[in-house]
């Protein structure tokens, strides 16, 4: 089994960038392909970006292409989300979550088996 934290959200304005992190406790988070999801009020919880357990492969929503990027570094045991060219549509909570079962992520909520507690990310117009 493996705990989540997630830190690094806040406010920011448009076209700014924010660093998202989410450190991992009890078994290596190596063992894991790992995503991130957002939850915007009134919404359903959304896939942003994910990635293979070594690192090697990464998926993205289409929203995100090009201004998000998803990293890890399992000596840290810890995963990433930088964002760039911040929209006010990009406000939500942001999750990470770890798939014990995949060598290539997934995309869809119901393929991961933990999750963090979520950090705000409100993007100012």
């Known amino acids: 089994q493996v705990q989540l934290v997630e830190s690094g959200g806040g406010l920011v304005q448009a076209g700014g960038s924010l660093r998202l992190s989410c450190a991992a406790s009890g078994r290596t988070v190596s063992s894991y392909a790992m995503g991130w999801f957002r939850q915007a009020p009134g919404k359903e919880r959304a896939f942003v970006a994910a990635i293979s357990r070594n690192g090697g492969n990464t998926y993205y929503a289409d929203s995100v292409k090009g201004r998000f990027t998803i990293s890890r570094d399992n000596a840290k045991n810890t995963l990433y989300l930088q964002m760039s060219s911040l929209k006010p549509e990009d406000t939500a909570v942001y999750y990470c979550?770890?798939?014990?079962?995949?060598?290539?992520?997934?995309?869809?909520?119901?393929?991961?088996?933990?999750w963090g507690q979520g950090t705000q990310v409100t993007v100012s117009s």
């Open positions: 979550a770890a798939d014990r079962d995949r060598v290539v992520p997934g995309v869809w909520r119901y393929q991961y088996d933990y």
